[in-house]
Nanobody, 118 residues
Framework: QVQLVESGGGFVQAGGSLRLSCAAS????????MGWYRQAPGKEREFLAR????????EYTDSVKGRFTISKDNAKNTVHLQTDSLKPEDTAVYYC???????????WGRGTQVTVSS
């Protein structure tokens, strides 16, 4: 059973930064893509960024382009999300997502809370 465990969330003032990490229980080469989503109270879960495990190609939603950077560490089976220039509207629970290469199965972490104060 695949497990994704997020870490790195916390409380930060506007303009600050946090580095989120998502550690997979096995090799990340079993995944086609890994990415990050977030869900704020009363809102739907939204896509933020994803990275292709084989090619390294990245994709971002417009609201975080230039502020968030997704990266992977193959040796540590980990994906990171560097979040810079944080705004109060970035406050949410941030979830790690992975989709397998075989069968396109989706996996989710339990989330890590990010709170940005104004």
């Amino acid at each position: 059973q695949v497990q994704l465990v997020e870490s790195g969330g916390g409380f930060v003032q506007a303009g600050g930064s946090l580095r989120l990490s998502c550690a997979a229980s096995g090799t990340i080469f079993g995944f086609n893509t890994m990415g990050w989503y977030r869900q704020a109270p009363g809102k739907e879960r939204e896509f933020l960024a994803r990275i292709s495990i084989v090619s390294g190609i990245t994709e971002y939603t417009d609201s975080v382009k230039g502020r968030f950077t997704i990266s992977k560490d193959n040796a540590k089976n980990t994906v990171h999300l560097q979040t810079d220039s944080l705004k109060p509207e970035d406050t949410a629970v941030y979830y790690c997502h992975a989709m397998t290469r075989a069968g396109g199965i989706n996996y989710w972490g339990r989330g890590t809370q990010v709170t940005v104060s104004s």
